[in-house]
């Protein structure tokens, strides 16, 4: 395995940064495309798409969130290159993450506020604005509002990472029946990513500027740091070795974090201490999710130091921790799994330069790798009817 020293690392940081992009913040664009502004309120907005219909939403169908415009795409994954374009809805600039529920209701993290989707009708039914103030609406990276968002699991509460530009984020709590925001809890810097414990007691907030996750009591709102740092937190806002995405490990609740093919960050909630175990893709990695049986699925967006690290890939590990490193072509950013768990639709999305509009559909059991071009700048997948969602 390759150790390279946190110091060799930082060295390469400056030489690459314009190609990659990495994940130091620069305060601008990263390029995304400029949304047509979405309708404000709470009235129900549908854009057919090619092939788009009236019909039910079937079951496997993917939702994904078009990062670079202000919809949500339906795609009937067909395989063999080619997906069925069920039409898009629009729900605000810059959708990040979506939180399923069981009522059929696709919950949809954006610059504005939290979008309502109707997935059998596909139709916006609210638009909730957040409490925090994120400043103007704008698009890339580094935009304010929404990011990771996850469901209680009762359904009765969303809850939604906000990232106020320059600042430390909040935690939005969204009542779903009166779609509102009904409280707003203080976390750490750019929150990519939302989780919730099996029993609902605890919400976890991934913060990649801050190096760290909240972990916030639903009991009494209070926030609790564990620092998640497996390099350190040498060049602060400025390093790319931050965390971005974690998973709830279904056997025992732990918090999976993944770090350049590296290291796997193992965290219990309950007591903060994070234990490091060794992962093999040696890539810089973003999104990860787990599967019913605890296998994890990590992906690696490609390398920072192109001369020492490896391309994009799908890590496919086991319970035990054996891997698979699937090649992926170009970077991605999240990862979802279909019902059946033998399809791994990873996005192309990817938060910097070089995303592209589509996503490889990865046999799990083959490695075969099928690109479907889907949306625009499509960031977080879910599956209808599926285990869950890009959003870790």
């Known amino acids: 395995m390759n150790r390279r020293s946190l110091a060799g690392r930082l060295a390469a940081l400056a030489a690459v940064t314009a190609t990659l ?4 913040p620069d305060g601008g664009d990263d390029g995304a495309a400029s949304p047509v502004s979405a309708p404000p309120g709470s009235t129900a907005q549908r854009t057919p798409g090619s092939g788009g219909t009236s019909a039910r939403t079937p079951q496997g169908t993917l939702l994904v969130t078009d990062f670079g415009a202000d ?13 069925a374009d069920l039409g898009s809805v629009r729900v605000g600039t810059a959708p990040y993450g979506i939180a399923l529920g069981e009522d059929g209701t696709a ?8 979008a309502a989707v109707d997935t059998r009708t596909r139709v916006r039914t609210a638009l909730v604005p957040h409490r925090t103030d994120t400043g103007p609406v704008t698009t890339g990276e580094y935009r304010g509002g929404g990011m990771g968002i996850a469901l209680s699991p009762d359904g009765s509460r969303v809850y939604v990472g906000v990232n106020v530009p320059g600042g430390k984020g909040t935690l939005e709590v969204v009542d779903t029946e009166r779609r509102e925001v009904t409280r707003v809890v203080p976390i750490g810097r750019r929150p990519f990513d939302v989780d919730v ?3 609902g007691r605890q919400v976890y907030a991934t913060n990649h500027d801050s190096f760290d996750v909240s972990v916030v009591d639903t009991g009494d709102w209070t926030a609790r740091r564990i620092e998640v740092a497996p390099y350190g937190t040498e060049g602060g806002l400025g390093s790319w070795l931050k965390p971005h995405y974690a998973a709830v490990r279904p056997s025992d609740g732990a918090l999976l974090l993944p770090f350049e093919g590296e290291r796997l960050a193992v965290v219990d909630p309950g007591t903060g201490r994070v234990r490091i175990e060794d992962m093999t893709a040696n890539t810089h990695q973003h999104g ?5 049986d605890g296998t994890l699925y990590v992906v690696g967006t ?32 999240t990862v979802a799994l279909s019902a059946d768990g033998r399809t791994a639709y990873v996005s192309g999305g990817f938060t910097r330069d070089g995303y592209w509009n589509g996503l ?3 046999d799990v059991a083959t490695g075969r790798v099928t690109r479907l071009p889907v949306g625009e700048r499509p960031l977080a997948v879910a599956v209808l009817g ?6 870790g």
């Open 197 to 199: 414990s099996r029993d």
């Open 302 to 333: 490609g390398p920072i130091d192109p001369s020492e690290d490896d391309g994009p890939s799908l890590t496919v590990r086991t319970p035990e921790g054996d891997e698979r490193v699937v090649p992926l072509d170009g970077p991605h950013e």
């Open 71 to 83: 919809t949500v795409t339906f795609v009937d994954p067909a395989g063999r290159g080619t997906a």
């Open 360 to 362: 490889s559909a990865v």
């Open 386 to 391: 599926g285990q869950g969602t890009g959003a």
């Open 107 to 114: 919950w949809v993290a954006t610059a504005e506020g939290v």
């Open 21 to 24: 992009g990495g994940c130091a």
């Open 288 to 292: 990860v999710t787990a599967g019913a």
